[in-house]
């Protein structure tokens, strides 16, 4: 079965860190691209980050650009978002998604982790 | 770069049809055919239902359809079912591998 876990969402406080990761299986972890989308209370979803299918081209929304990076590691098939000098803001629950061979939409979603910056 | 905008809300009874717009400009919509679709039931993770603008993945009924005029793109839900009921984001592709989403549409099974 194809699949996408998260894990590593917590409460931090603003200005704290975080590192999530997602655990693929059940299809070529090499073949895709890789997204990190979001979901504020309240709002709708916001794209975060991707990353390429070996990691040698990544993009950042301007909201988390010099904050967040994101990675992968080939050997774990794991996709990784390092999240730095984390704001209220940053409060959502955060997907990750598998781009299509094409690399035009997000095909498979994991469920999400919870992700809440408050003190 | 800012949210494509869908309407806040949409209805239907069962068996009629409801459309969702999702407007963007020229650097998204606009600029390039891979419009897609996503329906979110209340706690679970999207489903991809219409990519590049028209094509839907394999499962997706054909009571689902897309289309895009100019920086505007569109989905056409017929044949109302319960199930329907659900909220659902338009997306785009906006160069240098970036995205974009859409505010989202919650759509109502009257």
């Known amino acids: 079965e194809v699949q996408l876990v998260e894990s590593g969402g917590d409460v931090v406080r603003p200005g704290g860190s975080l590192r999530l990761s997602c655990a693929a299986s059940g299809f070529t972890f090499d073949d895709h691209g890789l997204s990190w989308v979001r979901h504020a209370p309240g709002k709708g979803l916001e794209w975060v980050s991707y990353i390429n299918w070996n990691g040698g081209s990544t993009a950042y929304a301007d909201s988390v650009k010099g904050r967040f990076t994101i990675s992968r590691d080939t050997a774990k098939s794991a996709l990784y978002l390092q999240m730095n000098s984390l704001r209220a803001e940053d409060t959502a629950l955060y997907f990750c998604?598998?781009?299509?061979?094409?690399?035009?939409?997000?095909?498979?979603w994991g469920q999400g982790t919870m992700v809440t910056v408050s003190s | 770069q800012s949210a494509l905008t869908q309407p806040p809300s949409a209805s239907g009874s069962p068996g009629q049809s409801v459309s969702i717009s999702c407007t963007g400009t020229?650097?998204?919509?606009?600029?390039?055919?891979?419009v897609s679709w996503y329906q979110q039931h209340p706690g679970k993770a999207p489903k991809l239902i219409i990519y590049e603008v028209t094509k839907r993945p394999s499962g997706v009924p054909d009571r689902f359809s897309g289309s895009k005029s100019g920086n505007t793109a569109s989905l056409t839900v017929s044949g109302l079912q319960a199930d329907d009921e659900a909220d659902y984001y338009c997306s785009s592709y906006v160069g240098n591998t970036k995205f974009v989403f859409g505010s989202g549409t919650t759509v109502t099974v009257l």
């Open positions: 020229s650097s998204d919509v606009g600029g390039y055919d891979f």
């Open positions: 998604a598998r781009l299509q061979l094409l690399g035009d939409a997000f095909d498979i």
